[in-house]
C-alpha cells in the first residue's frame, strides 16, 4: 500500500524497545512495554536544554544537541525495558555486581550505566564509520582527495549495510524490528487522521520518512559530502589530519542532516520523495511487520503523549 498524504504532519517520534515502543511528543515522552504481567507504561515531562540556553536551539546546534539529547532518553529507555525480561534469572550476580549495589547508590548507578553505554555507543561508531574506514582507505593511496572520499565513501557503506544486515538476522533484534514498524504504522495512522486502532494502524506503510535509518544514512552521506569540501584545503594524506577533521566535522554534519530531516518530515512531495528513497529502502533491514499487540503497545504509547493543545504536534 502506498503510503497518500494525511491531513497533516506530526513531530511525535519514537523508538522501538525490547518488547514495547518509546514514543516522544512535543511536552511529554512515554514508554510502555509488554511485560510477561502486562502492559507497564511510564511517561515523564520533558524539559528541553534549548528553554534554558536558546543558543543551542538555533539550526544546525540543535541538531547535535538533539541527537545526544535522544540518545540519552534512548538508552534509559532500553534499559527501563530490559529490567523486564531478564537474560538468565538462574544466572548468580558477578562480584563486580555485587559490590555495585552495596556501594553505589542505584539512581547513581543506573545514570553511570548510561552515559557508559552512550560513550561506547559513540564510540564504536566513530570506530566503524569513522576511524576504520579513514584507515583502509588510506590502503589504497589515493592520488588526490576527491578519489580518497570516493574509497571512504564506499566503504563506510559498506560497512553501514553489513551492520544492518547482521543486526537483522539476530533473533531478538528481528522482534525489536517489529515493533520499529508498529511505531512507524502508529504515526502515519495519526497523521491520516484515523482513529488510533489495530485495524486502522494494521493498513498503514511500515516505513517511515523520519526514521532513525534513513538519518543514519543521511549522516554518512553529509559526511562524505562536507570531507570532500574540506579536504581539498587540508594535507588530507596524513592520517590524523583526517581523523581531526571527521571530528570536527561531527557537529555541523549530524546538524545538516537533522535540518535535512525536518525538511523531509514536514513536506510530502516529489522532491522529497527522491530525497528520502534511499533511506526508505534501507529501512527494510530495520522495519519489520508487526503483529495486532504490538500495534497496541505502539497505540497506547503515541496516545500518552498527545498534546493537551490541539495542533501542537504538528510541523
Not at 201 to 216: D, V
Not at 279 to 293: H, Y
Request: hydrophobic share 45%; glycine share 6%.
Amino acid at each position: 500500500m502506498e503510503h497518500k498524504p494525511g491531513t497533516f504532519r506530526t513531530s511525535i517520534g519514537g523508538q522501538a524497545l525490547i518488547e514495547g515502543i518509546l514514543m516522544r511528543g512535543p511536552e511529554k515522552q512515554a514508554i510502555v512495554v509488554r511485560s510477561p504481567e502486562g502492559l507497564v507504561t511510564k511517561v515523564e515531562e520533558l524539559t528541553l536544554i534549548k528553554d534554558k540556553y536558546p543558543i543551542l536551539g538555533l539550526p544546525i546546534l540543535r541538531g547535535a544537541v538533539t541527537f545526544l539529547d535522544s540518545m540519552i532518553r534512548g538508552v534509559k529507555a532500553l534499559m527501563f525495558s530490559a529490567d523486564y525480561f531478564p537474560d538468565d534469572e538462574a544466572a548468580q550476580p558477578s562480584k563486580l555486581d555485587l559490590w555495585l549495589e552495596k556501594h553505589v547508590p542505584a539512581e547513581k548507578l543506573q545514570n553511570v550505566l548510561v552515559w557508559v553505554s552512550v560513550l561506547l555507543s559513540l564510540g564504536m561508531t566513530l570506530v566503524l564509520f569513522m576511524l576504520l574506514p579513514t584507515f583502509v582507505a588510506g590502503l589504497f593511496h589515493a592520488q588526490n582527495a576527491a578519489l580518497h572520499n570516493l574509497i571512504e565513501g564506499v566503504i563506510k557503506v559498506a560497512i553501514f549495510l553489513a551492520y544492518l544486515i547482521l543486526c537483522s538476522k539476530q533473533k531478538d533484534v528481528r522482534r525489536v524490528f517489529c515493533y520499529h514498524g508498529a511505531e512507524h504504522k502508529t504515526i502515519f495512522c495519526y497523521e491520516a487522521g484515523l482513529p488510533l486502532t489495530v485495524e486502522n494502524a494494521r493498513i498503514q506503510p511500515k516505513h517511515h520518512p523520519r526514521c532513525g535509518t534513513s538519518f543514519l544514512f543521511v549522516v554518512i552521506i553529509v559526511s562524505i559530502l562536507c570531507s570532500s569540501i574540506v579536504f581539498s584545503y587540508v594535507n588530507w594524506q596524513n592520517i590524523w589530519v583526517r581523523i581531526g577533521m571527521h571530528l570536527l566535522l561531527l557537529i555541523p554534519v549530524v546538524g545538516i542532516t537533522y535540518e535535512f530531516n525536518r525538511l523531509v518530515g514536514r513536506h510530502d512531495n516529489a522532491l522529497t520523495r527522491v530525497l528520502s528513497a534511499p533511506g526508505m529502502w534501507l529501512q527494510n533491514f530495520t522495519v519489520n511487520e508487526p503483529d495486532d499487540s504490538m500495534l497496541e503497545v505502539a497505540i497506547e504509547a503515541l496516545k500518552l503523549v498527545l498534546p493537551e493543545e490541539k495542533n501542537k504536534d504538528r510541523w
